[in-house]
């Protein structure tokens, strides 16, 4: 199994330049998510989704849009990219949201 | 919201010791999981925890729901144990996590 995979896993952008992080999970898990970490922060939920077609936001979801068209995949873009977005972006999966959770290996992303 | 708390921020030890990182939360459970990420790597659950305790080779995690605490031990502590260790909780019915900010483990051989 894969389990959860990401891409890219480096990324750098313009200020200005819009981009998509992808996250596939090959477990038929209900519930995925996406995070931001930075230094000195813990993990802060971007966007997470309960199922195909349903998404919420999290706690710091501006600047961010989300789509689940299939259970697998669950990308999310930057529209318009700003230097206080420069992060390390991780994706998550559980069957449900009482699951064990599965994390990708994360996406560092630059923005100048 | 939820706060979650973890000590120590940072914990260097020798090999063999053995280490007790603590969590603690504000507000009623129905999760909390124990996570680990090394230098530059990704996320790894270790534990998943709603009473009691669980324990999985040389990790051992305990939670008290009445002090709203976690544990997570290591016992025989060995320099591939160097990471960060993350505490994070549910809340009753609701999807989202929150996170504390990581306790940093090294050790020395």
């Known amino acids: 199994n894969a389990g959860v995979t990401q891409t890219p896993k480096f990324q750098v952008l313009k200020t200005g330049q819009s981009m998509t992080l992808q996250c596939a999970q090959d477990?038929?898990?209900?519930?995925m998510s996406w995070y931001r970490q930075d230094p000195g922060m813990g993990l802060r939920l971007i966007h997470y989704?309960?199922?195909?077609?349903?998404?919420d936001q999290g706690e710091v979801p501006n600047g961010y849009n989300v789509s689940r068209s299939t259970t697998e995949d669950f990308p999310l873009r930057l529209l318009s990219a700003a230097p206080s977005q420069t992060s390390v972006y991780f994706c998550a999966s559980s069957y449900r949201n009482t699951g064990e959770l599965f994390f990708g290996e994360g996406s560092r992303l630059t923005v100048l | 919201k939820n706060e979650v708390e973890q000590s120590p921020q940072n914990l260097t030890a020798q090999e063999g010791e053995f280490i007790t990182i603590n969590c603690s939360y504000s507000?009623?459970?129905?999760?909390l999981h124990w996570l680990q990420q090394h230098p530059g790597g990704g996320i790894v659950s270790l534990f998943m925890?709603?009473?009691g305790k669980k324990k999985h080779g040389r990790l051992i995690a305990t939670i008290n729901i009445q002090e709203k605490h976690s544990s997570l031990h290591i016992t025989a502590s060995h320099p591939r144990d160097s990471a960060v260790y993350i505490c994070a909780v549910r809340g009753f019915g609701n999807e989202k996590l929150t996170f504390g900010t990581g306790t940093r483990l090294t050790i020395i051989p």
């Open positions: 925890l709603s009473s």
């Open positions: 507000v009623g459970i129905s999760a």
């Open positions: 989704s309960v199922g195909a077609g349903i998404t």
């Open positions: 477990m038929n898990h209900e519930y």
